[in-house]
């Protein structure tokens, strides 16, 4: 499956974007999606994932109360609505895929990465 990332941008701390996922090739829902992100000079952490049909979801706990996953099967697409931006959000994100059984949350468990989009907080 391929996936590309967007939605990035630069806004003020207090403020919201939406990443989106968008995925082609095999078949979409059969994969648990997750975001991950990458500061400058820091290991790559994850966000949130969700599984195949959306009925589970799970965050970071930086992202609890802020940030919610969501999918479309039909559009072959996850989002991250990201809101309450802080500077210490600013990254790269990256959408990844997998199709483990449990879902995971580390970046070994996702075999499929999009090429990230850059999210910038200012504050």
């Known amino acids: 499956v391929q996936l590309q990332a967007s939605g990035g941008g630069l806004v003020q701390a207090g403020g919201s974007l939406r990443l989106s996922c968008a995925a082609s090739?095999?078949?979409?829902?059969?994969?648990?999606i997750a975001w991950f992100r990458q500061a400058p000079g820091k290991e790559r952490e994850f966000v949130a994932t969700i599984t195949w049909n959306g009925g589970g979801t799970y965050y970071a706990d930086s992202a609890k109360g802020r940030f919610t996953i969501s999918r479309d099967n039909a559009k072959n697409a996850v989002y991250l609505q990201m809101n309450n931006l802080k500077p210490e959000d600013t990254a790269v994100y990256y959408c990844?895929?997998?199709?483990?059984?449990?879902?995971?949350?580390?970046?070994?468990?996702?075999?499929?990465w999009g090429q990230g989009t850059q999210v910038t907080v200012s504050s």
């Open positions: 090739g095999r078949t979409f829902s059969g994969y648990a």
């Open positions: 990844a895929a997998s199709a483990a059984m449990i879902i995971p949350m580390t970046r070994d468990g996702y075999m499929y």
